[in-house]
């Protein structure tokens, strides 16, 4: 299982997606991978604790993912600031894995964020 939190700037996301494909396709295809976090997808730094979000179709981030690995199919918003809101934090697994459900959990206002809850068939 990997945790990740990406850059507030998009290229440095798009890299660290790529950087981490070239990890997955090391790993051998029956070993379980899941990969979680704060993905920021749509979220552009102002300036020191500023921050704006920018929804948009289709995330290059995800998509360069989504070339090892299923998406958790979360649309709920999950990240909340001053200047924006979007759902910026999910899950990515195996394809042999199963997906039982998952939800958004509400850390009653411990973090900026919503969790993310998931039950795999491993």
Known sequence: ???????????????????????????????????????????????????????QNEYSEYKILGEKLKKLPNEEKTWFSELGQGCIDTMFYSERIELLTFKTVDVENRSDHKAIYAEFNI
């Not at 290229?11 to 993905?39: H, M, P, Q, S, T």
């Open 1 to 55: 299982m990997f945790s990740v939190h990406l850059s507030t700037y998009e290229e440095e996301r798009i890299l660290a997606c790529k950087e981490l494909n070239k990890i997955i396709d090391k790993i051998d295809d029956d070993e379980i991978v899941i990969v979680g976090g704060d993905f920021n997808v749509g979220v552009t730094r102002l300036g020191k604790g500023r921050y704006t979000f920018e929804e």
